[in-house]
């Protein structure tokens, strides 16, 4: 019962900090690192106790990458890699997934899974060294999700599966208001986009 608290309590705190990070377009940072340390650690307790090894490393992970950022995101900057470097071992554990799923759909769930769990991490340490943007950020954290839940499902971690789709919800907000800001910034900027030159 204790594990479960805790659970749903991480799922409150990352969802809370999620929104804060989705929906406005500045933030006071140590606040929102704060949130995902308090976060990552009753997460990965329930992830634990019910041996959730993909979400155990998420948050694992989560809490290191937070509490860098938190203290001096600089260090960050010097040590990772670009972008593609970063993320190459998610690309590849998803297409090896995919040709799986032809004839093992439980092997296959499980490196995708494990791709989620490349991604999500990977565009989490980008974006705290400040290598991507929020909205890259936001974009990766969605197809990382789309990854991850099946296997949330199947593990009956309800926790991290209902964590996933409100995170995911969120994310399409985020997204949704980033497109539109930028829409409207582009009209703003040019008034008359039809006239001829």
């Not at 991480?10 to 900090?17: T, V």
């Not at 004839?103 to 791709?115: E, F, H, N």
């Not at 340490?125 to 197809?143: C, D, E, I, N, P």
């Not at 990854?147 to 599966?161: A, K, M, R, T």
């Amino acid at each position: 019962m204790i594990f479960e608290i805790a659970g749903w309590a991480a799922f409150a705190l990352y969802l809370l900090s999620h929104a804060y990070l989705s929906i406005f377009k500045s933030i006071h940072r140590p606040s929102y690192f704060a949130m995902n340390v308090a976060a990552a650690v009753l997460l990965t307790v329930s992830s634990v106790a019910i041996s959730s090894w993909q979400a155990v490393l998420i948050n694992v992970f989560w809490l290191v990458v937070s509490y860098a950022g938190l203290t001096d995101s600089s260090i960050l900057q010097r040590i990772v890699p670009r972008l593609w470097r970063t993320l190459a071992p998610a690309a590849i554990l998803t297409v090896t997934g995919a040709i799986v799923l032809l004839s093992d759909y439980a092997r296959a769930l499980d490196l995708l899974g494990w791709a989620g769990v490349w991604l999500f991490c990977g565009s989490y340490l980008l974006f705290t060294a400040q290598k991507v943007s929020r909205v890259s950020y936001l974009w990766m954290s969605l197809v990382a999700y789309a990854l991850l839940l099946p296997i949330y499902f199947v593990q009956s971690h309800w926790p991290s599966f209902t964590l996933g789709v409100a995170w995911s919800a969120i994310t399409i907000i985020g997204l949704v208001e980033a497109i539109s800001s930028a829409r409207r910034a582009d009209a703003a900027a040019d008034p008359n986009p039809s006239a001829d030159p």
